[in-house]
């Protein structure tokens, strides 16, 4: 409905709403006294406590009590602005409100999330929020938003199976693409994959992938290039590139997927990078895609090689179970890594499979602290074992391995629990999973204004509501930049962020927000 004038002088009729958020809230704030102190305020005609004001049910409610209560501003209490303040501002729209007639109090975050054993003062804290709050609707004024074309491109920043992907599907749905790679090929980690999880062959996939890039005249495609500048708001952005000459480009675009990616961690550990006979995961499978395993009857794997870890010796302290965000561990040694990669253990034991399949009589022993073979990598750890990988697990803490590797050989004592004995085991080659590390992204989470956690990974806009949105608007992500995951999960999210960005660049033009701010130079220092 068109949007209703509000005459000067006209009387306050503002509704609140204070929300249950299920027992997020209500099981420390009384939000039925919270409601009823709401009544008392001048100019509150109507106040209520749903169980989830943001359901769709509430909210078509809301609308129905605008109309029936004549309502002329709206006040909800309940979690965070940042995440729901769009959704009923947009409740407001449709009932034919100015949006900006709208307050939030974060009676959550800021009442029962803090104060869990202080009931009555959170209680009473949120009825202060809320008079708060009313009071700012009641001085709120109408505010116009200026409209602006929106420029249907999109900038893709990083040229791995996720950047290929989301460039891939953006181009798919009609839309100009610009696809920047900092390496002088596309292809990222994935390039020195050779075989998935199924058996199909990573190569051709890829190949395919960078064939449909290249081939795509909607695809402008940058390799060596970075991206040094970036300008402008959502759905008018510019970019400049650096290109492999020194030049620079510059781009227009509405908006930006980040698909950095990471890469394997190569940490100082049992002779790796100096020793023949210790080598990664992903140098193993290299391996086996060659003839370099035929003189090779028996491999060792230690997991968490580096991973989980605080000192090379014990390979690790106990960790908080997160993939990615880990508690500040203080200095540790170069190149370990505090978090769990995920994959890792998939990558081991699909790689165990392969040995297995070439040579049958070889024997692979897999040292662990926990097989996590998520989804249907548990199919292949019970396929591993029924055909003789043999699994040793150890605590880095009361048994780990000792680890001896010299150019004459690899000695390795570990306690076997199974047996209750230390067995002796001389390898023919250390294999280390060693986890993944984000690449360096500093300068462009700086220059994009967008955050990062301890570890260096992208942290999504909100974990369950906006998945693959990067905080900043206009800006998404993908693929290993954001956590570690397998690829079939990378281009799952590339094809996420890439359905996300559809509905902003399909759109012919957007509004600027009406809250603009001003500068008064009396209050200037300078």
Request: proline share 6%; aromatic share 6%; hydrophobic share 40%.
């Amino acid at each position: 409905p068109p949007e209703r004038i509000s005459e000067p002088g006209e009387e306050l009729r503002i509704g609140v709403f204070i929300c249950h958020c299920g027992t997020n809230i209500a099981s420390v704030v009384d939000v039925a006294a919270v409601a009823e102190y709401a009544r008392s305020l001048p100019g509150v005609v109507f106040a209520d406590h749903p169980l989830y004001t943001c359901s769709q049910d509430s909210q078509e409610s809301i609308r129905a009590i605008i109309a029936e209560h004549r309502l002329n501003r709206v006040v909800a209490a309940a979690c965070s602005p940042s995440t729901h303040e769009p959704l009923f501002m947009s409740t407001l729209r449709q009932a034919g409100i100015n949006k900006y007639f709208f307050d939030m109090a974060n009676i959550r975050d800021q009442c029962s999330w803090v104060h869990p054993l202080e009931p009555q003062l959170a209680t009473e804290k949120s009825k202060r929020l809320v008079r708060m709050a009313v009071a700012n609707a009641s001085q709120a004024e109408p505010l116009a938003e200026l409209e602006f074309d929106v420029n249907p491109a999109l900038l893709v920043i990083g040229g791995g199976v996720a950047g290929m992907t989301a460039a891939v599907e953006a181009a798919r749905q009609g839309f100009s693409v610009y696809l920047v790679e900092q390496q002088p090929n596309l292809g990222g980690q994935a390039q020195f994959l050779q075989r998935a999880w199924d058996g199909g062959s990573f190569s051709k996939h890829l190949l395919e992938l960078q064939e449909q890039v290249l081939n795509n005249d909607k695809i402008r495609v940058f390799v060596s290039s970075v991206v040094v500048g970036q300008s402008g708001f959502v759905g008018s952005f510019s970019s400049d590139i650096m290109t492999p000459s020194g030049a620079i480009r510059t781009v227009r675009h509405g908006a930006i997927v980040v698909a950095t990616g990471a890469e394997e961690a190569r940490p100082a550990l049992h002779g790796l990078d100096r020793l023949d006979t210790v080598i990664t995961q992903t140098d193993f499978e290299g391996l086996l895609a060659g003839d370099g395993k035929s003189s090779l009857r028996h491999v060792v794997m230690l997991q968490c090689a580096g991973s989980r870890s605080v000192d090379p010796l014990t390979f690790s302290a106990p960790d908080t179970g997160a993939p990615c965000e880990t508690p500040d561990l203080g200095e540790r040694p170069q190149g370990l890594l505090p978090y769990c990669s995920r994959v890792c253990c998939n990558q081991a034991v699909k790689n165990a499979l392969w040995f297995k399949e070439q040579r049958p009589g070889a024997r692979i022993d897999i040292l662990y602290r926990d097989m996590r073979t998520y989804g249907l990598g548990e199919l292949d750890y019970q396929l591993a074992r029924k055909l003789g990988v043999n699994f040793i697990r150890f605590d880095p803490l009361e048994n780990p391995p000792d680890i001896k590797t010299e150019e004459n050989g690899i000695e390795i004592a570990v306690k076997d629990p199974s047996i209750g004995r230390t067995v002796l085991l001389k390898p023919d080659l250390l294999v280390l999973s060693t986890g993944m590390k984000p690449r360096d992204t500093e300068e462009l989470a700086s220059m994009l204004r967008v955050p990062r956690n301890a570890n260096g990974f992208f942290i999504e806009a909100h974990a369950k509501l906006r998945p693959v949105d990067l905080p900043s608007e206009g800006l998404f992500m993908a693929g290993t930049a954001h956590a570690p995951k397998d690829v079939s999960e990378t281009i799952a999210q590339a094809q996420a962020a890439v359905a996300r960005a559809s509905i902003l660049l399909s759109k012919k033009s957007l509004r600027l927000s009406g809250v603009v701010s001003k500068v008064d130079p009396t209050h200037c220092a300078v």
